[in-house]
């Protein structure tokens, strides 16, 4: 029997991750009622959300911002087109149109640029990465909700890996088409083929 509320509770640490299922341009009631349960059923847990969602709505959604990891970036920022510095603004800062240190345009702080700026979230990186690395052995359960195949090196592959070397783990994988688990996790495993945001306001 599926029983997450169960699974969470049974877990001394919980990972989360976030994929495209999540992204929105706008806040919509659906979207902001699943990021509250999703949050209640995780707060006073020892949790860490990785997200390659790039909207940026759960920085607002109450969670604990230093158990957030967004790789992929953020539209919310602005970096400089050419990469010539570290320096990432958040739009609507006046910051202009162009790199105020070498006049190139600014373009979104995502992932999509090319080069990246990853000033954004290397250090909550480091965090995740320590984070992850006492999970091992412990009871781990890994949440992954609506994760396809845009950047599947962040969540999807890592998190099949982690489910495959930590006996004690659960993966939840949700997704309305890209549900597979790889036979190799046994009964560690488990494939949901739902919308992920539905998912969580259904359990
Ligand atoms: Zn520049």
């Not at 699974?7 to 976030?18: H, R, T, V």
């Not at 009622?33 to 847990?45: D, G, M, S």
């Not at 050419?82 to 800062?93: L, R, S, V, Y």
């Not at 939840?172 to 306001?201: A, C, M």
Request: charged share 25%.
């Amino acid at each position: 029997m599926l029983d997450i509320g169960r699974d969470i509770s049974d877990s001394d640490f919980i990972l989360i991750g976030l994929g495209e299922e999540w992204e929105s341009c706008e806040m919509t009631e659906e979207l902001q009622a699943a990021y509250e349960k999703l949050r209640k059923q995780i707060e006073n847990r020892d949790y860490f959300v990785v997200t390659t969602v790039m909207d940026g709505w759960i920085h607002k959604m109450g969670f604990d911002n230093k158990r957030i990891v967004a790789p992929c970036g953020n539209w919310n920022y602005m970096q400089c087109k050419a990469a010539c510095c570290p320096d990432i603004w958040m739009k609507g800062e006046g910051i202009g149109e162009v790199c105020p240190k070498c006049g190139a345009p600014l373009v979104e702080n995502t992932v999509e640029s090319k080069p990246y700026v990853e000033t954004g979230y290397l250090s909550q990186w480091q965090i995740y990465m320590s984070w992850l690395q006492k999970s091992l052995n412990r009871k781990l359960l890994l949440l992954e909700l609506g994760v396809g195949f845009r950047t599947p090196t962040v969540i999807r592959w890592p998190f099949e890996k982690t489910a495959y070397l930590n006996l004690k783990s659960r993966l939840y994988r949700v997704h309305e088409k890209l549900f597979q688990i790889p036979d190799n996790l046994e009964d560690r495993g488990i494939s949901v083929p739902v919308n992920s945001v539905e998912w969580t306001l259904s359990v």
